[in-house]
């Protein structure tokens, strides 16, 4: 089997944890290919810095969440596809890493519609929390005409957070440390990401806190027996389904009639059924009865009613 054919095997038989780390992953070399013919097409003389800012501006600009509102009400989609958007490896790469270790306990206690909900709605989230930051307080005001964001870092956090909420004492190993709970986790990321909103990645930080929120809430509120994700997975059910193929159709034949038959045609027709009867009974002769098979009995038995 190809690698091309084992990666889409696994696609389709992978849970949604897998799926939204293959869905990253593609987005992300889609992304790097681009930028690679990007440079390789414009002339020397270039800085790669230049041509870095060049790229984003002319298109992952149109993928970034932007934390300007009427940058936002123009291209209303990025508040989704920002989500899944990486420009940098080792951004990818932790990304992933955190989103497949949490992502495997959250599965343990939880199921795959609750964690496809809580990576969106924990990265609409961390959006939301981000431009609400940047246009509510001086100190990032300045910044939000030119302050735009994209990972998953978000919704991966409140997948994160979220279990470490829902089982606190659920202890996981952690290198040179050892059994830590995953409630301790979840204050070091928490302090950390309060800690680092005056870096140079204050938005980053924020958005991770917007994940934490949601996931904060959404534990609540299933323990009480509400599935805040549950209207969002209904919607997505229904959009599956407009592009579900169906994998049985039903088939159409038509039959002529006697009547509807030229006289060429219906003599053809009668001599190739009298060459298989014909055909049959030179079988008996020389095999017996048995020897035919279902169809051929059925044919003989039909051909005798009509004669």
Known sequence: MALTDEIRQSFKRGSILTKLIYINLGIFLAINILYILYILINPAGISRIELNAYFQTKFLTYLMVPANISKLIIKPWTLFTYMFLHFNFLHILFNLIWLFLFGRIFLKYLNEKQLLSTYILGGLSGAFLFIFFYN???????????????????????IAMGICFYVPNFAVYVPLIGPVKLKYIAVFFIITDILQIASYNAGGHIAHLGGVIYGYFFVQQYRKGKDLGKGLNSILDSIASLFRIRKKRMKVSYKRSAKDMTDMEYNRSKAQTQEEVDRILDKIAKSGYDSLTKSEKETLFKMSNKS
């Open 136 to 158: 509510v307080f001086p100190g990032l005001i300045p910044y939000a005409e030119q302050s735009e964001m994209l990972g998953a870092s978000a919704g991966v956090m409140a």
